[in-house]
């Protein structure tokens, strides 16, 4: 039987609503943006959507309600009311959220909390599990789900998964006050592709990751137990269509017409939010009381009109909230209004999507000023709305949209003061600038609309995979090494490059202590007694180094990465024409570095100069190797010099040093039929593409490279080296 491959989408909550009445469980399509965006993914072919339903089901009626989600392309993850508070309300709402919102004096770091949002991320692991196939893609999302990329990927080493977080993601700093956020990055890095909306966000994360893991930066993309991952921003948009043809409806019509009969000459202000201490109501109360207080004028000609959708109000924090919020309102309204005027219209209720379109296409003014916000769709609902291309939106720059919307008037939300000259210049503003301003958001929020927001991330996921492939060299298992050593036996001429750190010895903080052991001296002993074999250390050592190590064996040298060289029966020798006059200059500003970062030095080689940091605090060292670069890009680029970021090290050279130049010397006028190179270090890779297509080229430590196999350590070197020598 022929299975197609398929696209399961993964969240916390199902796109439906199910509803018990008489006993019969009744589903309704869910209205959010993220499920009319997907919509487009799991209603079609195989497809699949799994979630929470949303209510607790009796274990007897989980197979009906299965059934009735099964027509919808949607799969349950059935949880029992303990599980959702602790693992939802709890761990997700009552830690995740606040901390991830920079509110962390609200965070309750319960123990509970963790245990359960562990084995809930398992029950979701298990239901995947049973639905997942070769060759399928995994989109999971958001902050509830953020151990379940690792949980698979542990049981399917080769799954492609995304992973899109819809809240912002916090600063390190922030980020590590959580007690388990090892174990929150370790399940995100499960992932082939993380996505968030915006740059900012992606920078927090990949800085929280390279911190919190073992894994390595370069760029945008994470190396992670031999993968790459690449961290990436997608913002996130609206179905722009819906909201622009809602103005033609009829039943909008109707709303629009009520609306304009009722508040004749006043300019209105319109805010919309869910109930949450994140979106910033009670200081946007607080500059329209300003602003009525500083400028009585406007008494009687302002209405701010303001939605608040209930939200958790029984969790005594929003309660809180909402009592503060009725207080604030009463007190604006008994203290401004007059017999004809109220100044806030205040509304604790949700309301249909063409009541919201109708507001939206009537109100002067949008105020949208949440203190933290990942996206906040409610700005680019209220553009795709303002079909005449009039309005001022005022966006706070916390929200992620302000980084696209930026015709917006841009508000920091906790200047109230700001917030009220903003209201005031929106009320001013010429029609002209506001068509001005208005079209360009239009246009944007048109482009960047929630069915290019899942094309973009779909096609990076592809994209990822594919580079992931294209670098990933194989594992010589025995097979190979057997293949390997049948060729060494019947060659009649051998090469063998071997690189020393990391590859014939482990690596050591301390570069002084990876000294020769006894068991290496006997394999090189070995294989330079065959005269049919060349054996060549090919090192970016310091030549005397080398020359104490090896100098009695009967082998070749090359140090310093090919800066200098020593066939086996003649003296040490530079390369020609290369210069040391750059050193000074570098190692002046190097040294600067080194006295501000306690744990790195510098190296000083005869062409070239290596800063070390591997004993520098983790995420220091590698600011510092940064600010390095930086500073020396220019003077690098005009002296003709070569700067190589390596492992914990950056080393400054000749551009004409080069490991893969200096074994196609040692070629020159050879044709041996049977080649052998062995290395670690991204200055090795320059020695596998440098050789022929036939030879055999082995990156040791990491599956991510040009050779064509790859050895996991020095042992699995040294073993191989031992069975050529036994055969």
């Known amino acids: ?108 770091f319960e123990e509970s909390y963790w245990a359960s949002y562990q084995v809930v991320n398992k029950k979701f692991r298990d239901v995947v599990l049973q639905h997942l196939g070769q060759g399928d893609t995994v989109w999971i999302h958001d902050y509830q789900l953020l151990l379940l990329p690792c949980l698979i990927r542990a049981e399917q080493a080769q799954v492609t ?69 690449v961290v990436e921003a997608f913002p996130m948009g609206i179905d722009y269509a819906t909201f622009e043809n809602l103005t033609r409806n009829e039943k909008v019509e109707k709303y629009v017409n009520s609306f304009k009969t009722s508040l004749r000459d006043l300019k209105t202000i319109l805010t919309i939010d869910r109930l949450d201490y994140s979106k910033g109501i009670l200081q946007r109360l607080q ?46 309204n008994a203290r401004f209004r ?61 929200a992620g949209a302000s980084k696209e919307l930026n015709d917006a008037i841009i508000v920091n939300p906790n200047n109230i003061g700001d917030v009220m000259e903003a209201i005031i210049k929106a009320i001013h503003m010429p029609i002209a600038e506001q068509n001005t301003r208005m079209k360009s958001m239009r246009a944007m929020v048109s482009k960047f609309n929630i069915y290019r927001w899942v094309k973009n991330f779909m096609d990076k996921l592809l994209e990822v995979k594919t580079m992931q492939q294209s670098l990933l060299t194989k594992h010589a298992v025995a097979a190979v090494r057997a293949q390997i050593a049948n060729d060494y036996i019947i060659a009649r001429e051998r090469y063998i490059f071997l690189d020393y750190d990391g590859t014939l010895v482990g690596f050591d903080a301390d570069i002084d202590k990876a000294a020769p052991d006894e068991e290496l001296y006997a394999i090189l002993k070995q294989l330079t007694k065959d005269p049919r074999n060349r054996v060549i250390i090919i090192s970016g050592r310091r030549y005397q180094t080398l020359q104490d190590w090896f100098g009695h064996l009967e082998l070749d040298m090359i140090a310093e990465h090919g800066a200098w060289q020593k066939y086996k029966d003649t003296e ?62 220019v003077f690098i680029a005009d002296k003709g010099l070569q700067m190589m970021p ?72 040294r073993e191989l080296l031992k069975e050529l020598i036994g055969k």
Not at 184 to 208: E, K, V
Request: charged share 25%; glycine share 6%; with cysteine.
């Open 1 to 108: 039987m022929i299975t197609t491959s398929k696209t399961i989408i993964i969240s916390n909550r199902l796109p439906v609503k199910i509803t018990e009445e008489n006993g019969e469980y009744k589903l309704s399509p869910s209205e959010g943006g993220l499920a009319t965006g997907l919509g487009s993914v799991y209603k079609q072919g195989h497809n699949i959507w799994i979630g929470w339903p949303g209510i607790e089901v009796p274990e007897e009626r989980q197979a009906e309600v299965s059934q009735k989600l099964a027509e919808f392309n949607l799969i349950p993850v059935f949880l029992t009311a303990e599980e959702i508070n602790l693992y939802y309300e709890g761990f997700s709402n009552e830690i995740l959220w606040p901390v991830f919102h920079y509110l962390v004096t609200y965070a309750k």
């Open 161 to 229: 998964i995304g992973f899109f977080q819809h809240i912002p993601f916090p600063s390190f700093e922030i980020f590590r006050l959580i007690p388990w956020r090892e174990q929150l990055i370790a399940g995100m890095l499960g992932a082939d592709l993380l996505g968030f909306h915006t740059f900012d966000d992606a920078r927090h994360f990949l800085s929280a990751a390279s911190r919190l893991s073992s894994s390595n930066l370069s760029d945008n993309v994470l190396i992670y137990k031999n993968r790459q991952i």
């Open 287 to 332: 500059a329209f009381e300003l602003l009525l207080e500083l400028h009585p004028e406007y008494i009687g000609k302002l209405a701010l009109y303001m939605i608040v959708v209930p939200s958790r109000d029984t969790v005594p924090k929003y309660k809180e909230l909402k009592d503060q919020i009725d207080q604030l309102v009463g007190n604006i």
């Open 338 to 398: 007059t017999i004809n005027w109220v100044p806030v219209h205040y509304f604790y209720r949700s309301f249909s999507i063409e009541f919201l379109s109708a507001i939206y296409s009537t109100a002067d003014i949008c105020l949208v000023t949440p203190m933290r916000d990942g996206m906040n769709l409610v700005s680019k609902e209220y553009v795709a709305s303002r079909t005449k291309e009039d309005g001022v939106l005022i966006l706070s720059e916390m």
């Open 572 to 633: 040490w020798k530079p390369l020609p024409l290369l210069t040391d006059k750059w050193k000074q200059e570098v190692k002046t500003v190097l040294d600067t570095y080194t006295d501000r970062t306690p744990g790195s030095f510098v190296e000083e080689k005869s062409y070239s100069l290596v800063w070390h940091y591997r004993k520098v605090e983790e995420g220091l060292g590698e600011l510092r190797a940064n600010e390095i670069i930086n500073h020396l890009r």
């Open 646 to 717: 390596g492992n914990k090290v950056i080393e400054f050279k000749n551009i004409e040093v080069n490991k893969g130049k200096a074994a196609q010397n040692w070629l020159y006028e050879n044709n041996p039929d049977f080649i052998l190179a062995l290395g670690d270090d991204h200055t090795d890779e320059d020695i596998f593409k440098a050789l022929s297509p036939e030879a055999y080229t082995i990156k040791v430590g990491s599956n991510i490279s040009a050779a064509r196999y790859y050895l996991k350590d020095f042992r699995e070197v």
